[in-house]
């Protein structure tokens, strides 16, 4: 299976704010954007993996800025880490002033997606191979988020968690 790069799963999603999608303070629901992302994430994992994927988890969401009526939004999605099955998708979220045109981070968010094949039973993903420095910090924290996940659930002891320890010990 041939490695691959997160430009090569990256997904833009741009669309406006209308006002059947924004709260009584015409912001943009929260369940609106959530909605958005996972899109977005579901087309990168795609991508990615070439195969149906599921959303596992919400891992992280940070809704940092209201998102204001008639907002142009971008959502873009790349896969940070591709695991045996799964792939984290690092999600960010950018507004666009009306008046100026100028970009400002809004929001972001990290998902886990799963590959599934025809009968709904995971199956393996390329492995991927990060470029930028944002790129490789993305991908090294997934693993630490990931082991911090498994033993928050019980499926890792603690002591196992060595990318996690080492953020402590070192």
Do not use: C
């Amino acid at each position: 299976m041939r490695a691959k790069t997160p430009s090569e799963s990256r997904t833009v999603m741009t669309d406006l704010v209308l006002p059947s999608e924004t709260n009584p303070l015409n912001n943009l629901f929260g369940g609106e954007l959530l909605a958005r992302m996972d899109r977005a994430a579901s087309i990168a994992a795609r991508r990615h993996s070439r195969r149906i994927t599921v959303t596992a988890s919400v891992n992280h969401v940070a809704f940092n800025r209201a998102v204001p009526l008639g907002s142009v939004v971008t959502v873009e999605a790349a896969v940070s880490r591709a695991f045996k099955t799964s792939m984290e998708i690092f999600i960010d979220v950018w507004i666009e002033d009306r008046f100026t045109g100028e970009r400002t981070k809004a929001n972001e968010a990290i998902y886990t997606f799963v590959a599934v094949d025809d009968t709904g039973k995971p199956t393996e993903v390329p492995p991927l191979e990060p470029e930028t420095n944002l790129e490789k910090e993305r991908y090294a924290a997934a693993l630490r988020r990931k082991q911090l996940s498994l033993v928050l659930a019980g499926k890792m002891k603690p002591e196992n968690a060595t990318e996690l320890k080492a953020l402590f010990t070192s």
